[in-house]
């Protein structure tokens, strides 16, 4: 059966660094694209970041300088490395599996992605 767990969220502080894990099981993670989204309260879910099936990644230019996709296949889990943490991150952070082996272009639209994990709330408050 096909799964996505996310965790590693947490409160932090402005500034900090979390980094979220996105373990699957069912399928190989090298063998389709994986993507993370956030929802902020009251905000249409975003796109963060995608990881294709061979290993490039791809990084909204809002967090792009912060934020770092990473995969451990042995583990069959993709890491979201965040640092410098900001009040606007807070949300809920999903993994999402592609039916695709790449990326989409743009984030802008989950229409690719057509599994998803159950989210993992990040919060930045001091």
């Known amino acids: 059966q096909l799964q996505l767990e996310e965790s590693g969220g947490g409160l932090v502080q402005p500034g900090g660094s979390l980094r979220l894990s996105c373990a699957a099981s069912?399928?190989?993670?090298?063998?389709?694209?994986t993507g993370w989204f956030r929802q902020a309260p009251g905000k249409e879910r975003e796109g963060v970041s995608c990881?294709?099936?061979?290993?490039?990644?791809m990084t909204v230019d809002s967090v792009r300088v912060r934020f770092t996709t990473s995969r451990d296949n042995a583990k069959n889990t993709v890491y979201l490395q965040m640092n410098k943490l900001e009040p606007e991150d807070t949300g809920v952070y999903y993994c999402?599996?592609?039916?695709?082996?790449?990326?989409?272009?743009?984030?802008?639209?989950?229409?690719?992605?057509?599994?998803w994990g159950q989210g993992t709330q990040v919060t930045v408050s001091s």
């Open positions: 069912g399928f190989s993670l090298n063998t389709y694209a």
């Open positions: 999402a599996r592609s039916r695709y082996y790449r990326c989409p272009d743009s984030l802008t639209s989950t229409t690719d992605f057509e599994s």
């Open positions: 990881l294709s099936g061979r290993g490039v990644g």
